[in-house]
């Protein structure tokens, strides 16, 4: 463990399955002594930071992402602004969260949704935490917009998917954390991989110049050979979030 306890403020991209690693990564920063503060989190970052911040360990989170699926989609719904519901993630993060606020939590959380009326970041800091975390994971036309206080929200990544700047400047050390690394897999693309390079290309348009109000930033290579929906990869994901942080040990 690393010797010195670091106060940080924590930025989780969204990613879908990819950002299972920040599990993996969450994991490594508590064995380098790193103390959340504050986290923003967008859709998959934003599920995981309410587990780190509600007081989860990272193996519980991890054990509890294996057997739950936390972020699968099921429950076929044509017809509604999209074509599935969202209540098998609804249930399981009620299961473990309960339904409770912003304020039960131990760590204070941001999350990014995207107001799709207005076309801009919407970020939630108090509240009921369960509908926005349902918001900032409402994937266009895969789930239905989720209404809270009037707004109509969905997927915080259509808008800022690395809400960085919902927390700076801060008084702790930034840590971001983004899963969705640019690869050359270009001999390997077929119609879902085209679908999901596009997906990866407009998430990482905004990284070089966010990634510059980080003081650490983490985005592990290997995670671009995983696509986006590959939840069965779970395992794996989170193995090479873990791995990679624990290679930039001397940056803390």
Do not use: W
Request: hydrophobic fraction near 40%; charged fraction near 20%; aromatic fraction near 8%.
């Amino acid at each position: 463990m690393h010797s010195k306890s670091i106060d940080a403020a924590l930025v989780l991209s969204g990613g879908v399955a990819r950002g299972l690693s920040h599990i993996g990564i969450y994991k490594a920063l508590c064995e380098l002594n790193v103390n959340p503060k504050i986290i923003a989190g967008t859709s998959a970052g934003a599920i995981i930071g309410a587990f780190i911040a509600k007081g989860f360990h990272a193996d519980e989170i991890e054990a509890i992402a294996s057997k739950t699926n936390i972020i699968s989609i099921r429950t076929f719904n044509p017809g509604n602004l999209g074509l599935f519901k969202p209540h098998s993630i609804k249930r399981n993060l009620q299961k473990y969260l309960g339904n409770i606020t912003f304020d039960h939590l131990n760590i204070e959380l941001v999350v990014a949704t995207t107001d799709i009326k207005k076309g801009k970041p919407h970020y939630i800091r108090s509240g009921d935490l369960i509908p926005a975390l349902l918001a900032t994971s409402a994937i266009p036309l895969i789930y239905k917009p989720i209404s809270i206080d009037d707004k109509l929200l969905i997927d915080g990544g259509i808008s800022d998917n690395f809400a960085v700047e919902a927390i700076s400047p801060s008084n702790y050390k930034i840590i971001g954390c983004h899963a969705n690394p640019l690869g050359n897999n270009e001999n390997e693309l077929n119609y879902k991989a085209l679908i999901d390079k596009c997906i990866s290309v407009a998430l990482h348009k905004d990284i070089i110049h966010k990634k510059h109000l980080c003081d650490i930033f983490i985005e592990p290579p290997l995670l671009a050979n995983y696509g986006m929906f590959q939840i069965k990869k779970a395992k794996e994901i989170i193995q090479i979030g873990y791995d990679y942080t624990k290679t930039l040990e001397v940056q803390f």
